[in-house]
């Protein structure tokens, strides 16, 4: 009886581990390494979204995102959201966004962002959105994008942590 009770307990666990949700994937190319790509869900009929990642340049030269494409958005461009004199604005970065060497960009609400508009159907939780990242040295790379819930602030960890007590 203890042996299947340890057997038991043993393959639940085991389950648990693999049934856990996965953590955003790592993609390298060339000198850079790319993480934690996601978005969020959008309510039917919005025409935009926003697109995060992070950008790890390991080389010794700066490198530079400059544009990226994906079937499900009409366009996708660079973005950074600022303050400037108390007032919120966002601009697209025509030039792209460097990645300078030995430094990490983090695009997130609030700064660099892809912004993925004219949308051609809404971007549903638990979905993977793939895109293609144009840099100037690394060439095209192409990930998916984990899409999180509506109000999501960071891409999920891997371990649904929302029942717990703080």
């Known amino acids: 009886?203890?042996?299947?009770?340890?057997?038991?307990?043993?393959?639940?666990?085991?389950?648990?581990?693999?049934?856990?949700?996965?953590?955003?994937?790592?993609?390298k190319a060339g000198d850079l390494v790319i993480t934690q790509a996601w978005s969020r869900a959008t309510p039917a009929g919005a025409k935009v979204a926003g697109g995060y990642l992070t950008i790890e340049n390991k080389g010794t030269a700066p490198d530079r995102l400059i544009s990226g494409t994906g079937d499900f958005a009409g366009t996708v461009e660079i973005h950074e959201m600022a303050m400037n004199n108390g007032v919120m604005t966002m601009r697209p970065l025509d030039k792209g966004l460097t990645i300078e060497p030995g430094?990490?960009?983090k695009l997130a609400p609030g700064g660099y962002h892809l912004m993925l508009m004219d949308l051609k159907n809404p971007l549903k939780q638990g979905e993977k959105v793939p895109l293609t990242l144009e840099?100037?040295?690394?060439?095209?790379?192409?990930?998916?994008?984990?899409?999180?819930g509506v109000g999501a602030q960071a891409p999920a960890s891997g371990h649904d942590h929302s029942g717990m007590k703080k």
């Open 1 to 27: 009886m203890k042996n299947t009770a340890r057997m038991l307990a043993c393959a639940a666990s085991l389950f648990v581990w693999f049934a856990a949700p996965a953590s955003a994937e790592e993609i």
């Open 103 to 105: 430094k990490t960009v």
């Open 135 to 148: 840099f100037e040295k690394a060439g095209k790379v192409t990930l998916s994008l984990d899409v999180q």
